[in-house]
Nanobody, 126 residues
């Protein structure tokens, strides 16, 4: 089981980035993939998640209207399109997969996720 996150980089305020998460080895499938981030000195927080069974999505209030999560089943990939980036979006972004039944209110709860990728750094300069 492997999750590979990529697409991070340095961007100016107002810019855009698209993060990719490639999943492999999930012979029994997964129920949801989420994006989380951790800024220096801060706790990890949920950013967005997409659930498999109904394609339901969830966003943290801080990114609503700016970030969009999507998936490509053929490529076993989940993407996070990040627009109108702000310096406070600076963090290491991780993708994670859940094998649990996951209700909407728990989609951004990191405790619900079993597998984690290595993270990709997003830096937004002011």
């Amino acid at each position: 089981v492997q999750l590979q996150a990529s697409g991070g980089g340095l961007v100016q305020t107002g810019g855009s980035l698209r993060l990719s998460c490639l999943a492999s080895g999930f012979t029994l499938g997964y129920t949801a993939i989420g994006w989380f981030r951790q800024a220096p000195g801060k706790e990890r927080e949920g950013v967005s998640s997409i659930r498999n069974r109904d394609r339901s999505t969830k966003y943290d209030e801080s990114v609503k209207g700016r970030f969009t999560i999507s998936r490509d089943n053929a490529k076993n990939a989940v993407y996070l399109q990040m627009n109108s980036l702000k310096p406070e979006d600076t963090a290491v972004y991780f993708c994670a997969a859940s094998r649990s039944g996951i209700i909407s209110s728990a989609m951004l709860n990191s405790d619900m996720y079993n597998y984690w990728g290595q993270g990709t750094l997003v830096t937004v300069s002011s």
